[in-house]
């Protein structure tokens, strides 16, 4: 079974860092690119990133950019976000997500909460 | 970026009822490959985004086939022919084609 599973989310205080984890199992993890999804309490959904299969290449949404890193180790199947400089309009779920080539799959995780307070 | 624009974002609907709702992007969606990357999400409370419909038109494993979806170009839509109490929550279009890859502000869906 397709399974992503997130941690590393919590409370942390204005211009503070986190760093996600998403591991990821029952499908070939470095085949695929991956990204990260967000929803503010009672908002909708934003992408914040993405990353192709090696690592090499990375895309940010604008109000992340400079400040979270993407990064994937494919040998422990897991995918990261490094969070740095942490603003209050940051708060949020964090959803790593994964759909395969030509958008063919659709698998998410259950979320981390990012609380910036 | 593609801004995508649902309507109704609203849509209060009776049970066993149909149910559409539209979505127009603000350029076309379709990709250098021929395929238009527009998919359809839904989201209960509490729950993980469930993709419904992917590229445009094709169903995901599961998805019931009271649900369809159509379109081309920048003007989409999806379809519920009767809708049942499970299908409460909240329906995304979602643009795969151009990086920012963007989502419509969703349409909340109740039953009367």
């Known amino acids: 079974e397709l399974q992503l599973v997130e941690s590393g989310g919590g409370v942390v205080q204005p211009g503070g860092s986190l760093r996600l984890s998403c591991a990821a199992s029952g499908f070939a993890f470095s085949n695929d690119w991956v990204h990260w999804v967000r929803q503010a309490p009672g908002e909708g959904l934003v992408w914040v990133a993405r990353i192709s299969t090696d690592g090499s290449f990375t895309s940010y949404a604008d109000s992340v950019k400079g400040r979270f890193t993407i990064s994937r180790d494919n040998a422990k199947n897991t995918l990261y976000l490094q969070m740095n400089s942490l603003r209050v309009d940051d708060t949020a779920m964090y959803y790593c997500a994964f759909f395969g080539a030509q958008w063919l799959d659709s698998t998410w995780g259950q979320g981390t909460l990012v609380t910036v307070s | 970026d593609v801004v995508m624009t649902q309507s109704p974002l609203s849509l209060p609907v009776t049970l066993g009822q149909p149910a559409s709702i539209s979505c127009r992007s603000s350029?076309?969606?379709?990709?250098?490959?021929?395929?238009?990357?527009l998919h359809w999400f839904h989201q209960r409370p509490g729950q993980s985004p469930r993709r419904l419909i992917y590229r445009v038109s094709y169903r995901d494993s599961g998805v019931p086939d009271r649900f369809s979806g159509s379109g081309s170009g920048t003007d989409f839509t999806l379809r519920i022919s009767r809708v049942e109490a499970e299908d409460v929550g909240i329906y995304y279009c979602m643009q795969g084609t151009h990086w920012f890859y963007t989502f419509g502000q969703g349409t909340k869906l109740e039953i009367k």
């Open positions: 350029q076309s969606l379709v990709f250098s490959d021929g395929n238009t990357y």
